[in-house]
């Protein structure tokens, strides 16, 4: 027993003194520049954006869940609910107009995900929401979750405005050995610090909680009477589905195996997220925080999630692909404890929050958000009154489509999606779009659809056209009822093509292979200057990789066993 408390207390005296040390720093740091200008506190709030992965619209307490969520559910109760909140139906889109406040249709990413392969990452042309807090004097950093393209060293975090940055390049990967494939023989290392593998650092910690220990210790390290923007962008509640059994004990009662892993993932997240909120209070962040929480797509039913009672699930343009999980909580807020019921869409936060961060929005920045801090504090009308959800002109995949079908105005073969009012119009192939409601999760396994509410009478259809304010759940197509309507929307669809920019989707660069990187996926594409030391570079880098390999494999199954006696 002494053996053991020794370290034990060690440790959490280290932990202690640790910070003591750094509150300790910052008030020997005023005490030294009392009366310095620039010690004054900032006008400005602290912003902490939280984008979770794949969290289905009724995956939260508040919505009717069965999932404990009681940190989420409070900060909700005390903020505001957003709930007319859209994203897009997958992570890259929802994360590049986050970054951009631009549609995809001007940055070229109209088509599926930004895939680890692809010579391809957001267009460095386009200006990012941390690069504008920047100017206006803010520390700004990132952890979690990127998936925005890394072929080149430009693509990177820390080079898109970020100060720093902690965290996974790609869209998926394990929770605790950061490894990820994307096909034989293309498996690779992803977890960073800065623009290096994070070897150092990782110690096998799940995600989840690793990713919220980093973002306390920001917390920790910074003056709080100095502007922060911290992006927390969590891999959970994305597959693997994984969780520490502690958590997947809680929900013994739930038959299906991966809504009870799913289930224990998300309390998993609400626990990280009451421990950030209890380090803003320390470090005194809070009373100057704007918080927001969003879920950058709907829930994947096979995965677990749920949208119930909306229709379809992520990567589709129904409803349960699109409309999130949102909140704003801030001791800033004017109506607190209200529902927003404005059209709030994702590139809304751009302009949002760099105005709210006393931040300039040039004109040539060509946004498609709008500033909604009004409407979602003080319930004021939401200057926002069209989505365009997409225009993917890669996926034709609709046999039935036309230009007859679309009166001679639109192709109705082309998968786009558009909001206007109160009216929503989509064409082409919109994606799965069952309804799948809970007692689907009855069953032991998802592998069947008995529960689900089929919809045979879609077959053949290109165009439907539904009244969202009146029919969120999408159960009548009125395209047939409203003609007029559907030619204003369709010459709507038309006018917003004609802006739109070529599509990036490059073919898969094998390059990009971690064998020929150490073992880790990263940058590989280089200009023309830094291709000095040609194709022997790649034989240095295998070899090294063989190495790495070995030590690496080693490592990862020490951990494995440890994390069955943990379990």
């Known amino acids: 027993m002494y053996i053991l408390w020794v370290p034990v207390s060690l440790f959490l005296g280290f932990i202690i003194s640790h910070t003591w040390s750094v509150q300790m720093s910052w008030e020997n740091w005023r005490t030294r520049n009392r009366g310095n200008e620039f010690d004054k506190p900032s006008s400005q709030p602290h912003i902490v954006f939280i984008l979770v992965d794949d969290q289905g619209f009724r995956d939260v307490g508040y919505h009717g869940s069965e999932i404990k969520t009681p940190t989420l559910d409070r900060l909700a109760a005390q903020g505001v609910k957003l709930e007319n909140y859209y994203v897009q139906p997958l992570c890259s889109p929802s994360r590049s107009q986050l970054m951009t406040g631009r549609y995809q249709i001007h940055t070229g990413l109209q088509h599926s995900i930004i895939r680890a392969t692809q010579p391809n990452c957001l267009p460095l042309e386009n200006v990012t929401l941390p690069q504008k807090l920047k100017q206006a004097g803010y520390s700004t950093h990132m952890v979690g979750k990127w998936h925005l393209g ?98 997947l004990d809680r929900y013994k009662g739930i038959p299906n195996l991966h809504r009870r892993k799913y289930a224990a993932m998300v309390t998993c997240l609400d626990e990280a997220i009451h421990n950030l909120t209890l380090a803003l209070k320390r470090y005194g962040f809070y009373e100057n925080t704007v918080l927001i929480y969003s879920s950058d797509n709907g829930g994947q039913p096979l995965a677990g999630g749920s949208n ?144 689900n509410e089929r919809v045979r009478w879609d077959r053949g259809k290109s165009l439907w056209l539904f009244n969202i304010t009146a029919d969120p759940y999408e159960r009548v197509d009125l395209s047939q009822r409203y003609p007029h309507i559907v030619k204003k929307m369709l010459m709507r669809l038309a006018q917003y093509n004609k802006t739109a920019i070529p599509v990036r989707y490059p073919a898969k660069d094998l390059r990009s292979n971690p064998q020929y990187n150490g073992g880790v996926w990263g940058p590989w594409y280089k200009d023309e200057a830094d291709n000095k030391r040609g194709t022997d570079d790649r034989y240095d880098h295998f070899f090294t990789n063989h190495l790495s390999q070995k030590r690496w494999t080693h490592k990862l199954k020490n951990r494995k066993l440890k994390r069955r006696v943990e379990e």
């Not at 494939?181 to 610090?193: F, I, T, V």
């Not at 980093?214 to 509640?237: C, G």
């Open 308 to 451: 119930w009672p909306l229709r379809g699930s992520k990567a589709t343009y129904w409803e349960g692909g699109i409309r999130a999980v949102g909140f704003v909580h801030s001791p800033l807020l004017v109506n607190k404890g209200t529902k927003c019921r404005s059209l709030v869409h994702i590139t809304d936060w751009f302009p949002t929050l760099v105005t709210l961060g006393e931040g300039a929005l040039d004109e040539d920045l060509n946004l498609d958000g709008y500033d909604v801090w009004e409407a979602i504090s003080e319930g004021r009308p939401s200057p926002r009154q069209d989505i365009l959800h997409n225009i993917d002109p890669i996926y034709i995949k609709s046999k039935n489509g036309s230009w007859k079908a679309g009166y001679g105005i639109w192709n109705t073969a082309i998968q786009a999606a558009l909001r206007v009012g109160h009216w929503k119009l989509l064409t082409g192939v919109p994606g799965y779009s069952d309804w799948v409601p809970p007692q689907t999760f009855s069953n032991q396994r998802l592998t069947t659809r008995l529960h």
């Open 150 to 247: 890394f072929y080149k060293r430009g693509c990177l975090p820390t080079q898109r405005g970020f100060d720093s940055f902690f965290g996974s390049l790609l869209g998926s990967g394990d929770y605790y050995s950061h490894y990820k494939c994307e096909g034989p023989g293309m498996c690779g290392y992803d977890l960073y610090e800065g623009e290096e593998a994070a070897w150092e650092q990782d110690r096998g910690m799940y995600s989840t909680m690793m990713f919220t220990r980093k973002a306390i210790n920001i917390l920790a390290r910074h003056n709080p009477e100095r502007p922060l923007f911290l992006y927390l962008a969590y891999q959970a509640v994305h597959s693997p589905l994984q969780v520490p059994a502690r958590y």
